[in-house]
């Protein structure tokens, strides 16, 4: 027929329908999914500009107000996973030779001073040891110092577990007449964020985490403040793809075509986050804080002591030592392979030294804890 | 407890749980996916480096390379839709300076022009009007004039519904040292492709149309010879997400971290190529030759008209001439809410001119032309 040349079918493998392993999740993300999100991500996808899919963008746009507690008008999903969601505040905010000042105590802030540097800023960094925050003095001098135009902080690190404070932050960066711009990716609805009363400018997060969605559709928001930079750039935003000016465009009233959504992770995202609302926000907050504080117990009495001082720590993610002479990757490995669990490892510095337990979203439950305890208790 | 700040529920909405309309999408994409390729997608997330993960990344990898027929080593998902698999290509071959040669007949080849741009590119274009193609001898002589780094042409274009022919674009390509660059968003899966044969060097697609997974996971691929220009950079590719010398190590062997997968539409996309592979490629282009023939025969017996000279017409889209006199805009409308069924308007150069009707992967039935037409001739 059309094709005159042949096929070649070294690639051609032959495959049986997908099983997967029945995992429990508590590493660093992603968790499990609410079944209720899965069977969302099941249902048939409409079109990407079906009135119907319009009026669940709105919703999700509402929900994430809510659950970052921002008025924002620019609060919506980007099509991606939350690195990409990471990205778009950068690619947004930063303009080659502008000022960047990041706060670096773990692999996430290093991970933004190699982005702000890609978009042209002209970076610099304050550093804590990993698992340590910034002080409002600490900011204050970095920000008398460096007179940037942004500053980026990581409200979460992930690499870490440990949560920057953020109260002041924002009136020192008004003071300073910078931007203000977090990583909320392992505390959004898991650890209390006031976006609005922060004064913060551009935030990020991921939808594998505290909401107990999949991965793959992650929440970004921006001020007013930061879209009069945005107004003000002498150049185009370096990333077509993540440019706020179109994205604005398809999800304001013009629902202006610009790229065809992930139709069913937003169907997931609408149900994680509706059930977030359903369930409340500091309810959601509490549930975090309580089983977390179960677990540290439960760590406790094996003996097990953690990286982040107690004031410091996450509700979502814990950073455990991993005890001399315990091979703490063999272990994670058969948590996996014989319990069905998985925690995650150390990154950059904390390489071989601690596990990541994270307790997030639908996986933040005592049964979660219970689980991974009694089968510490056998491969340790 | 641990918040002092009172907590705003303005935009806490209160929803019931998901419920979408089941509609029959025969616009440009997505289009319905296949059954199981949502169960699939219903399935629990396991973690983005669990063995059983990295096992189905490399599935998805080789029917990539198989749907493509390709070898090229690096031949993956990219974790966006088709416009982040658009970016990469030229976030990965373009430095600023970098002469690029695009061909514009149509929407998708006024991005390319839009984001090589973006990356620093010296853009030319070769303009034909929209539908139409180019020939070789168009195309070497453009060649001849500008002496480009790169030749970017879609080979199946959305906005149009025309085909490019490919056969000896590659050999000019070597002739004048250029690297080629292909679109094919709407040919993968159901047009043939031979990227190896072509010589193409850089090719992106997306999952929703020939594929009949759902959006959101994007197969890109990119040849030695356009890695040797790769390695050659002076600067860092100016995209943290779309980086290949990042995404290849998450890809490759050495497995490491870049960012968390969109696991769960992972799982759709290797089911998605799966159903294709045991179908077989050339089984799976006729089919939709066979189809859109068959819906070609019928629009005609209603006597509307194709906007695109049978030769060139793609067999997965399309474009159907608004008779005078009538509201394509409420036709359309129409179709989606007493009938269900999407179609899509003209983009750009054509809105109001053109339907955009697509038979794509699961679509690509009789069943669902004849709905189509049954339908038709009812708002007609």
Known sequence: MMQTLS???????????????DRLLLGPGPSNAH??????????????????????????????????????????????TGTAAMEATIANSVEPGDGVLVGVAG???????????????????????????????????????????ILALVHAETSTGARQPMEGVGELCRQYGCL?????????????IFLDEWGVDL???????????????????????????????????????????????????EHTYHHTAPINLYYGLREALRLVAEEGLVACWQRHQTNVEYLWQQLAELGLSLHVEK??????????????????KAIARQLLTEHNIEIGGGLGELAGKVWRVGLMGYNSKPESCDRLIAALKQVM
């Open 7 to 21: 096929i070649r079918d070294r690639q051609r493998l032959n495959l049986a329908p997908l099983q997967v392993p």
């Open 35 to 80: 079944p209720a999100v899965l069977h969302a991500m099941s249902l048939s996808p409409v079109g990407h500009l079906d009135p119907a899919f319009l009026a669940l963008m709105g919703e999700i746009q509402s929900l994430l107000r809510y659950v970052w507690q921002t008025e924002n008008a620019v609060t919506f999903a980007i099509s991606g």
């Open 107 to 149: 692999y996430f802030g290093n991970r933004l001073v190699d982005m702000a540097g890609r978009y042209g800023g002209d970076v610099k960094t304050i550093a804590k040891p990993w698992g340590q925050v910034f002080s409002l003095e600490e900011l204050r001098s970095a920000l008398e110092t460096h007179h940037p135009a």
């Open 311 to 328: 004031e410091f720590r996450l509700p979502t993610l814990t950073t455990v030592c991993i005890p001399d002479g315990v091979d703490g």
């Open 180 to 192: 203000l711009l977090i990583d909320t990716v392992t505390s959004l609805g898991g650890v209390p």
């Open 203 to 253: 935030a990020y997060s991921c939808s594998q985490k505290g909401l107990g969605c999949s991965p793959g559709a992650s929440p970004f928001t921006m001020s007013d403040r930061a879209l009069e930079k945005l107004a003000q750039r002498k150049t185009k935003v370096a990333n077509w793809y993540l440019d706020v000016n179109l994205l604005g465009k398809y999800w304001g009233a």
